[in-house]
């Protein structure tokens, strides 16, 4: 099992900035077959999306509607991961979660934190 703990949501203005933490704790087993960390919302009455991942190689995605304002990063242990959130709209309101997908001889499998409420109001 891999345990997840997101922290660093709150309320914020418009064009304000929030900073997610997320960090991964486990079995060295599992820890050392995490191929990925990321960041997915979910909005009241709306399906969880992706906002940014990062694989355990450094590469990025980000979902086309936070491009240009979040960043993610991780810790050199790479079992912390990440989300600077710049220039936030009120459309960023959502329920922020952590995921960690492992995979174990081409079995994949994602673990998910308790999330983490955003919201942006003036």
């Known amino acids: 099992q891999v345990q997840l703990v997101e922290s660093g949501g709150g309320l914020v203005q418009p064009g304000g900035s929030l900073r997610l933490s997320c960090a991964a704790s486990?079995?060295?087993?599992?820890?050392?077959?995490?191929?990925?960390m990321g960041w997915y919302r979910q909005a009241p009455g709306k399906q969880r999306d992706l906002v940014a991942t990062?694989?355990?190689?450094?590469?990025?995605n980000y979902a086309d509607s936070v491009k240009g304002r979040f960043t993610i990063s991780r810790d050199n242990a790479k079992t912390t991961v990440y989300l600077q959130m710049n220039s936030l709209k009120p459309e960023d309101t959502a329920v922020y979660y952590c995921?960690?997908?492992?995979?174990?001889?081409?079995?994949?499998?994602?673990?998910w934190g308790q999330g983490t409420q955003v919201t942006v109001s003036s």
């Open positions: 990062i694989t355990s190689g450094g590469s990025t």
């Open positions: 486990g079995s060295s087993f599992r820890l050392n077959t995490m191929n990925a």
């Open positions: 995921n960690a997908r492992t995979s174990v001889f081409a079995v994949q499998r994602d673990f």
